[in-house]
C-alpha cells in the first residue's frame, strides 16, 4: 500500500514538471515559442526523394452530340454570265433540172459545203423521182455519202424502192436525215444508187426524169439531252 502511495507521487511530479516546462515555452502573447529542452525539440529531417511518376489514365468518355446550329446567312448573288454568241445559221441548197440519169449503180451528184463547227450536225435531203424496173422480184437502194462514206453515227442516211413490175413507173419521193461527227471544213456530200440491194436480183434504175431534183444541207446545233 505505501509503495503504490510512492509511486503515485512520482507520477504526479512528473505531470507537474511537464505542465510548468510547457508554460515557460510560450511568451506573454501567447504564441508557441520552441523549448529549450532538448527533449521536446529536434533538427528537420533530410528531404526523401520524389516518388516515380504514376501511369497516364485512360481518355475519358465521348461527349454528348451537340445541338444543329442556325442556318447561315445567304451568300452574295454571283455575277450574271456573259452572253453566248448567237448561232448562225448555215444552210445550202445544189438542184439540178432534168437530171435523167439511168444510172444502175454509182454517184447521181454531188453538193460541196463548208461545215463551220465540230460539235454540230448535218441535215441532208434529197427530193427528186425514182425508178427501178425489172420482170421479177428486185431492189434499188439510194443513198448518201460524206466525202465517200456513209454516215456512221447514228446511221447510214438511204431509201430502198423494191418491184415486182416491169411497168416504167417514176416514183416521186424524199431521202432526209441527220449525220454526227462530222469535223468543221470542207465537205462533199453525195447522192448514190446501187443495185442489187437485199440479195435481189440487179434492176433497171432511174433517177430525176423530167423533174428538177435537189439536194439540201444544213449545218444544225446539237441539244444536249
Known sequence: MRRNNMAY???????????????????????????????????AGIPGIPGTAGVPGRDGRDGFKGEKGDVGPAGVKGNSGENGLPFVPNIKQCAWNKINDGKDNGLIKECRFNKKASDTALRVLWNGNFRAKSSGGTCTRWYFTFDGRECSDPLPIDTVLHTHSDLNMHFGSSVEGLCFGIPAGRVDIEFRVATPCSGTPASDAYTGWQSVSRMIIEEVPVVPE
Open 9 to 43: 507521487k512520482f507520477v504526479i511530479s512528473v505531470l507537474v514538471m511537464v505542465s510548468v516546462g510547457l508554460a515557460t515555452s510560450q511568451d506573454t502573447s501567447g504564441s508557441p515559442q520552441a523549448s529549450s529542452n532538448p527533449c521536446l525539440s529536434s533538427p
